[in-house]
């Protein structure tokens, strides 16, 4: 597929306060196998943190901020600690470089999904998660 800029003058530029990125094989190698919250969680971080990825946000600003209860951030927080995503020493988040994953493998299908599908469909695992 040929790229092309659909809109030059609206180029994302660097905040010129902040920082936060989102490596991109985080969507396709880790995300499908986490849970909402987790996921959750885990934009949230990389969104909020310094260039060195380390914010030090309260499970109460966290849990204003996206709806996750204290029980379900702790749960979350231990589901990217056991992926090696992030690091915690109370009070401070770092989420890290993500780990090399030797055994991955792109999908054959090369399907890409944006960042609004990703959201719609963990709010649809929520919604069938809430149901059961």
Not at 30 to 44: D, H, N, T
Not at 54 to 80: C, F, V
Not at 87 to 115: D, F, G, H, N
Request: some cysteine; hydrophobic content about 35%; proline content about 7%.
């Amino acid at each position: 597929m040929l790229k092309r800029i659909i809109h030059p003058e609206r180029l994302r530029q660097p905040p010129g306060r902040g920082f936060s990125w989102l490596d991109r094989r985080f969507m396709h190698e880790f995300a499908p196998s986490l849970g909402c919250e987790s996921i959750y969680l885990y934009l949230f971080l990389a969104g909020v943190s310094d260039k060195s990825g380390i914010s030090y946000y309260r499970e109460s600003t966290i849990q204003n901020r996206i709806g996750i209860t204290p029980k379900n951030i702790i749960k979350a927080r231990e589901e990217l600690l056991g992926k090696d995503l992030i690091a915690y020493e109370t009070p401070l988040y770092q989420v890290l470089s993500l780990p090399i994953r030797k055994e991955y493998c792109p999908p054959a299908s090369s399907a890409v999904m944006s960042l609004g599908e990703l959201m719609t469909s963990i709010s649809l695992r929520k919604e069938r998660a809430g149901a059961l």
